[in-house]
C-alpha cells in the first residue's frame, strides 16, 4: 500500500484567507485525487489532479477557488481560497495504486492520506 | 452518473454480535473498495473487491457485480469496530476516481 502524508493536520483558519494543504506520497503515483468531506456527510470528489497537466474539476468546483498543482510523481497540494464557514469540512488526497508511466485504469485500489480538518471561523 | 446506495445508515450493536452491511450500485463498475472512517477521520481500506468473496480475520466482504451490489460481513464486533462504514465504487471508463455512498455508522456497546 502506498503510504500517504498531509500537511496541516488541522487548522483554524479566518474568513477571507486561504489555505494550502499538502499530500506527499512515498512512490511515484499517476493518479492523485482530491476529496472533500463535509461535516456529517460523505466523500465528494473536487478534482483529479495528474503530472504534467491541468487538474480536471468536478461540477461545483472551480479553479479560482481550489487551485491545484501536481509539480511531480510524489506531491500535490490543494489551495481552499477566500475561506468561507462553509469550506469547513475534511480535505482527503488519495492515490491510485497504479505505477507512474503505467496504463491509466479505473482498476486499481485507492488509498487514502489522513486528512486535513479545517475549520474556518 | 452512477448511484451508491448503502444500507442501513445507522446500526447498533451490542459487542460479540455479527451484522451484515449493505451497498447497491446502479451500474456496472469495475472498482469497488469498502472502508472503515475512525472516530478521527481516517480511512481505513477494508476490502479492494470489485467482484467475489475475500475474508480479513473477523470481516469478510462478497460482491455479485452481475446484480450490482456488495455485502460486508462484521462478526464477533468488538467496541473498536465503531465507525462509519464506505462502501466506493469507480465506473468504467472514468478518471479513476471512487464515488462514495452515504455510510453506514456502526456503533458497537460493550
Known amino acids: 500500500s502506498a503510504v500517504i502524508s498531509q500537511k496541516p493536520s488541522r487548522d483554524i483558519c479566518q474568513r477571507g484567507t486561504s489555505l494550502t494543504i499538502q499530500c506527499q506520497v512515498d512512490s511515484q503515483v499517476t493518479m492523485m485525487f482530491w476529496y472533500r468531506q463535509q461535516p456529517g456527510q460523505s466523500l465528494t470528489l473536487i478534482a483529479t489532479a495528474n503530472q504534467g497537466s491541468e487538474a480536471t474539476y468536478e461540477s461545483g468546483f472551480v479553479i479560482d477557488k481550489f487551485p491545484i498543482s501536481r509539480p511531480n510523481l510524489t506531491f500535490s497540494t490543494l489551495t481552499v481560497s477566500n475561506m468561507s464557514p462553509e469550506d469547513s469540512s475534511i480535505y482527503l488526497c488519495?492515490?491510485?495504486?497504479?505505477?507512474?508511466?503505467?496504463?491509466?485504469?479505473?482498476?486499481?485500489?485507492?488509498?487514502f492520506g489522513p486528512g486535513t480538518r479545517l475549520t474556518v471561523l | 452518473g452512477i448511484q451508491v446506495e448503502q444500507s442501513p445508515p445507522d446500526l447498533i450493536l451490542q459487542e460479540g454480535a455479527n451484522s451484515t452491511l449493505r451497498c447497491n450500485f446502479s451500474d456496472s463498475v469495475n472498482n469497488l473498495q469498502w472502508f472503515h472512517q475512525n472516530p478521527w477521520g481516517q480511512l481505513i481500506n477494508l476490502f479492494y473487491i470489485p467482484s467475489g468473496t475475500k475474508q480479513n480475520g473477523r470481516l469478510s466482504a462478497t460482491t455479485v457485480a452481475t446484480e450490482r451490489y456488495s455485502l460486508l460481513y462484521i462478526s464477533s464486533s468488538q467496541t473498536t469496530d465503531s465507525g462509519v462504514y464506505f462502501c466506493a465504487v469507480g465506473e468504467g471508463g472514468s478518471q479513476g476516481n471512487l464515488i462514495f455512498g452515504k455510510g453506514t455508522k456502526l456503533s458497537v456497546k460493550p
Open positions: 488519495s492515490v491510485d495504486r497504479g505505477l507512474a508511466g503505467g496504463p491509466l485504469s479505473s482498476y486499481n485500489e485507492q488509498f
